[in-house]
């Protein structure tokens, strides 16, 4: 497949730069930096270049002052695994130790809110589920402010689900998937947004929607849902038979979900938008042929302040924008590979030339 930009249509892209990391799969500390994260132009060309000291898995987040939060991938060596803070040159200016894995946030007080993983066997649970999703939110300064522990609430599932999904979560739970049986790869605050709006508008008492509860995604089990922040609680939950190993499933202001549907095992991906008050999918990107659009694991997706949705097809590390209609009007594969990974890429982030301001300000 070539690399680099592959196609650019200026007026029908949402400009700005994009951040991804190539992976690197390398679980102990490096004595030279073990992999580099990019800023990209549109052209594809590297705006500026962090080298980091860790193995590189997941994503990263620039913040409005130029500096860059990415969790390593270093999750089984405590030393070094958690939450990075690193300044253009790649210092490391804080440092959250955890188990960190997959997804985090930062919250408009300043906190992060991290999902990680636990390992312990739970009553109730078959002996062999074991690893938990873990959910905290801590301050700068470490004190623990809110946790959510994924063996407490499984039963929650057991109420939203359907019979015939929650047969099917738990057959995958307790068979090959028993030791990562849930595998949540997500969670994002939910913001402002219309499917809220319209259960207030029908009188629901408590909405499942509203801004502050949390998304999830269970990818062993095929379970996207949204947990209730005040009581823990799941109060929403959808996907087996629908959608299959997805990725990065995230609430849009219009009151849909956003979701990568990697087709792990149906052959082809997809990026869905799914109403979760009726559960029925509104818009849906597809390639020509359906089976030359393929990430069986990683990749994302990212609604684009024009309309569009920046794609992450993580396995092939392709990048690359499609318009509502499906149009593709840019298209960058990374470059950059190491003999195990070959170029993948977690997920991709597209931000703003304001959004970008704070750390071309310090490159500049």
């Not at 499984?154 to 307790?174: G, I, K, Y």
């Not at 095992?265 to 990107?285: A, H, Q």
């Not at 309309?307 to 992450?312: A, E, H, K, R, V």
């Amino acid at each position: 497949m070539q690399t680099g930009l592959r196609t650019y249509q200026p007026a029908k892209c949402s400009e700005g730069y994009t951040l991804y990391c190539p992976s690197v799969p390398k679980f102990e500390p490096a004595e030279k930096p073990a992999g580099e994260i990019y800023l990209i132009d549109m052209t594809g060309e590297i705006v500026h270049r962090w080298p980091t000291q860790t193995a590189l898995q997941s994503f990263c987040r620039l913040l409005p002052n130029g500096n860059l939060l990415y969790p390593t991938n270093d999750r089984s060596d405590l030393a070094s695994a958690g939450i990075r803070e690193i300044d253009p040159q790649g210092n490391v200016i804080w440092f959250y130790p955890c188990r960190a894995d997959h997804d985090f946030q930062i919250l408009a007080n300043g906190n992060l809110l991290i999902h990680a993983i636990t390992e312990r066997a739970w009553p109730g649970l078959a002996a062999g589920m074991t690893r938990h999703p873990y959910m905290l939110e801590t301050t700068r300064a470490g004190e623990l402010v809110w946790e959510w522990k994924g063996e407490e609430h499984l039963e929650d599932l057991r109420r939203v689900l359907p019979a015939s999904s929650w047969d099917f979560l738990m057959e995958r739970a307790l068979g090959k998937f028993a030791f990562d049986w849930a595998h949540n790869n997500t969670l994002q605050i939910i913001p402002p947004n219309r499917a809220y709006d319209q259960e207030l508008a029908a009188g629901v008492t408590a909405p499942r929607f509203k801004p502050g509860n949390i998304v999830f995604s269970y990818r062993s089990v095929d379970v996207i849902g949204v947990i209730d922040r005040d009581s823990g609680d799941i109060v929403w939950a959808w996907g087996p038979g629908v959608i299959d190993g997805q990725h990065k499933p995230h609430m849009l202001p219009n009151g849909r979900i956003l979701i990568y549907d990697n087709g792990t095992l149906r052959g082809y991906s997809r990026v869905i938008e799914v109403d979760p008050l009726s559960e029925t999918i509104e818009w849906e990107y597809t390639a020509d042929p359906k089976e030359s659009f393929l990430s069986r694991f990683i990749s994302g997706a990212q609604r684009l302040s024009n309309g569009n949705t920046l794609i992450c097809e993580g396995a092939k590390g392709r990048l690359f924008e499609v318009t509502p209609a499906g149009e593709v009007v840019w298209d960058f594969v990374n470059p950059h590979s190491t003999p195990a990974a070959r170029g993948s890429v977690y997920r991709c982030l597209r931000y703003t030339p304001e959004e970008a301001k704070g750390l071309l300000g310090r490159i500049g």
